[in-house]
Structures are given as C-alpha cells and as structure tokens.
C-alpha cells in the first residue's frame, strides 16, 4: 500500500500525496502611488514549521524582518517578483498584480501541484490554483508570501527614499497619504510614480 503524508494547514487539509506540493501566493502594493507591485510565492517545508506566520499586516515591521530571513532560510523553496510602473500604467493594476504574481509562482524552483491565492482572483497558471479570500490570514503560506512581498516592497521604498528624500517613501512607503500629496504637488511626480492613478495624473495635469 502507497504512504500518504498528510499535513494541516488551519482547517484545510492537504493529502500530501495526491496534492503534492502547495505554493500560497500573495502580493504588496497595489494601492501606494508609486513603485512596482510585488508578489511572491511560497512552498513550505511540513517538516520544518515557521511558528508565528501571519498576515504582514498584522506584525510589526521588526517582526515581518525576522520572519522573512526564516522564510527564504526555511521554506522548500520561494520566490518574489514584480510588475513594473510602466507595466501598471500600461495594463492596469489589476493586471499588472496577475502578472506579478504568475511570474512568482514561475520563479520557484519546485513546480507546485496546486497554488493558492489570497483574494478573490486568480492569475494564469497552469497549474491548480484556488483564489481564498483572506487567505493571508487563514493559510500559513499566503501569510509567509505576504511578508515576503511586503518586506521586499518597504526595502524598495527605503532604497528610493535616497533617491529622491523630497517625497517620504521610507515613512509612506509610497501610500498617499498628506505628506505625499504635498510632496506631489510641490515637486512633481518622479520617475516611479504611477501615471495612470487619478492622484498622480491630477498633479500632472
């Protein structure tokens, strides 16, 4: 008789050898005005558990650091990916975010049997994959592509903060808040504002 590994991830639980290995995938950044958008996958390793995965937004800063180097460390395998400012002024945000994340779950180094999505839509794959509304918060691997993604993205913004200190992107991480806005309507938009969001193109006009 064939051994089955089995493993629970909260209430779902997955027949390790029918359903063979599992991606959660997730993004960062769709609604800042500036800056890529970001995905990642993740396929976790049952044998070695990462306590304390959850939605990233829901942890400190220090702690979403911490978790992404056991992530990267810990995990099967992962992968982190993006669409560009141009590829979001150009398709949508919506689009751009499927795109992001399809080359995520392309980038990992294992081919998952199934993928699982936080939200509501899913991107083309051609594998299984199943779109779970707070998923970030329900599936241990949603939550460790939601660090991934976020940790990535707030790196990104703290990098072109030197670049251009004049608009925050360390404090807002590019999210239009007050200060940006002023920033906007100062100076201008910069090369990584997105075009496309009504903000950015009321500014500009």
């Not at 209430?11 to 800056?35: H, M, N, S, T, Y």
């Not at 829901?58 to 650091?65: C, H, N, S």
């Not at 911490?66 to 689009?95: G, H, M, P, T, Y």
């Not at 940790?151 to 903060?161: G, I, S, T």
Request: charged content about 20%.
């Amino acid at each position: 008789m064939q051994s089955r590994r089995y493993f629970q991830t909260d209430q779902i639980a997955f027949d390790w050898g029918k359903a063979g290995l599992v991606a959660g995938v997730d993004e960062a950044g769709r609604g800042p005005l500036a800056g890529p958008v970001v995905a990642a996958a993740v396929i976790l390793d049952i044998r070695n558990p990462i306590d304390g995965l959850a939605d990233s937004k829901t942890l400190t800063a220090l702690r979403r650091e911490k978790l992404f180097d056991q992530i990267c460390a810990r995990s099967l395998c992962c992968s982190i990916a993006s669409a560009s400012v141009e590829e979001i002024d150009r398709l949508n945000i919506l689009q751009a975010t499927m795109l992001a994340m399809r080359r995520a779950v392309l980038g990992l180094r294992f081919s998952p049997m199934k993928v699982l999505v936080d939200g509501n839509r899913l991107p083309v794959l051609e594998v299984l994959a199943e779109a779970i509304v707070r998923g970030d918060a329900l599936i241990p691997s949603i939550s460790a592509a939601s660090i991934l993604a976020k940790v990535h993205r707030d790196r990104w913004c703290a990098e072109l903060h030197i670049q251009f200190p004049q608009y925050g992107f360390a404090a807002h991480k590019g999210y239009g808040t007050e200060q940006h806005m002023a920033a906007l309507r100062q100076h201008g938009a910069c090369p990584e504002h997105r075009r496309s969001f009504a903000p950015v193109a009321e500014v500009l006009r």
